[in-house]
């Protein structure tokens, strides 16, 4: 089966066909570091990371390039709140983010463009606009130099991306008045400075880059006029995605990205996740709760571009399913190196074909559209398996670590489960050995409802705990 994705342009699926044979070119817009992440931000680099690892699985080189948007209007607003220097600010939560994603297993971008080493590049873009026609320069509105917004209605595709004619966003969009503007829809490529602001010079005066041309130029410069894949969150098909193609395309004449990947929202119950209906809950906050590993679970195990209800007891929920590929693939280790078992057997052969046609099971998921809840279903008939195995005192050391290697490329490769560090979120060894310690008190003190919490507390970092007669056993789950 040939790998097929869903492309939002053409709103529906399509082959993948890179413009590179073996290779890919692959940008997704990055945050705007001005506060720790959500349970949003973990949702899509953790579907993208699957993406990337899986395409890599199949053997492409993958260049995957994510920016950060180091300057901007909540930047500014919240460092003038704390009184900090807004590049120190960005900087900061630039850094909180690597704490999160590393957390997570999120593989490392190949590049991390920032707006603030791009503003030359951007220039020269918002030139380029001007010269074919597309941008036009009005007056400031801040009593020093000039802005320079995108001329919609010269872009006679725009709304190919999110589906809706010029028209109809015209007609549902609330813009506020600006009698500078020729449309009401045009949008800002160069900002003039505001008092007190960051700024740059340019040839409009002192100001700063739109947010929406960042991308356009971070990503061409990285990885050529046209990409293979673009992605991002559902929530910027309109406007960010929509501008990026309006500019891109009426610079270089050329389609902008091949394929338009979008992942969906998380949701709390019925409502998105939003800071005013008070249901906002960080990352950092669901990594400390339930585990680095549980995490990554719960985003892999619905399907990257359905909502995903992020309710702690829906996360919870997929704790022994967890635990279940924890001891599989404990089990599968050990019995590798058993030395009582033969280093090869005359079911080897069984063995492999059986191992082979579930891991095909598991690629033809993934091959449609990245289906990681299909792929998970795989990756149990290979659990189920594995214990039919061990049962089995003639299946031989060779053919379980066929099965080791493969159980390992498939969920921790491909779907990053155990790469998700439960350490990186972490709890030191003196800190589990105390609360281990006062576990114990508490059952001495026949607290066990404490000595419960303890337990689960401890169960949520990745902490197993085990009564033996001679005292409390503790090991970090695989």
């Known amino acids: 089966m040939a790998l097929t994705v869903f492309d939002t342009l053409s709103k529906g699926k399509k082959k993948f066909v890179p413009l590179e044979e073996g290779k890919v070119r692959m940008y997704v817009c990055g945050i705007t570091p001005y506060d720790y992440c959500h349970l949003g931000h973990g949702r899509c680099y953790t579907a993208f990371d699957v993406i990337r690892r899986y395409l890599a699985f199949c053997g492409y080189k993958v260049k995957y390039v994510q920016n950060f948007t180091d300057i901007d209007d909540k930047i500014i607003k919240r460092a003038s709140e704390a ?23 999120i593989l490392r971008a190949d590049e991390y463009p920032l707006v603030t080493k791009n503003i030359p590049d951007i220039i020269k873009f918002v030139q380029r606009l001007i010269s074919n026609g597309y941008a036009y320069v009005v007056e400031g509105q801040h009593g020093s130099g000039k802005d320079v917004y995108y001329e919609v209605s010269r872009f006679i595709p725009y709304g190919k991306l999110s589906g809706q004619p010029l028209e109809k966003l015209r007609a549902g969009a609330r813009i506020d008045v600006d009698e500078r503007k020729k449309n009401a829809e045009d949008f800002a490529l160069w900002k003039s400075a505001k008092p007190g602001e960051p700024s740059w010079d340019s040839p409009w005066g002192k100001g700063r880059p739109g947010w929406h041309i960042e991308c356009s130029v971070m990503s061409t410069k990285n990885l050529g006029d046209t990409l293979d894949i673009h992605g991002g969150g559902q929530d910027l098909i309109f406007p960010h995605h929509e501008d990026e193609i309006a500019q891109s395309e009426a610079a270089t004449g050329k389609p902008f990205a091949n394929y338009w990947l979008h992942n969906g929202f998380v949701v709390v119950g019925k409502d998105k996740m939003a800071k005013s209906l008070g249901n906002f809950i960080t990352l950092r906050q669901a990594l400390d709760t339930h585990g680095a590993r549980l995490v990554r679970l719960f ?17 919870e929920e997929l704790r022994p399913t967890l635990q279940k590929l924890l001891d599989t693939r404990q089990l599968i280790e050990r019995e590798k190196k058993n030395e009582a078992r033969p280093e090869k057997s005359e079911s080897d052969a069984k063995v492999k074909a059986d191992v082979f046609a579930t891991a095909r099971k598991f690629e033809d998921a993934m091959d449609d559209d990245f289906n990681t809840p299909l792929a998970l279903s795989a990756l149990f008939e290979l659990k189920d398996f594995a214990y039919r195995l ?23 490769g491909v779907l ?32 066990f409802a404490k000595a419960d919490e ?8 990745g902490i197993i705990l085990a009564d033996k007669p001679t005292g409390t056993l503790w090991k970090r789950a695989a």
């Not at 985003?299 to 996360?315: F, K, M, N």
Request: proline share 4%; hydrophobic share 40%.
């Open 454 to 461: 303890i337990r689960d507390g401890l169960a949520r970092k």
């Open 83 to 105: 009184k900090q220097d807004p590049f120190a600010l960005s900087e900061r939560f630039s850094e909180e983010y690597f704490v999160d994603m590393d957390s997570l297993g």
């Open 299 to 315: 985003y892999v195990s619905t399907h990257y571009r359905g909502p995903i209800d992020a309710s702690p007891d829906r996360i």
């Open 416 to 447: 990053g489960i155990f790469d998700a560090n439960e350490a990186k979120a972490g709890i030191p060894d003196a800190e589990v050995a105390a609360l281990v310690a006062e576990r114990d008190a508490a059952k001495k003190a026949k607290d």
């Open 390 to 412: 061990e049962a089995e005192k003639g299946t031989s050391r060779t053919s379980f670590a066929l099965l080791a290697d493969t159980f390992e490329k498939l969920a921790n």
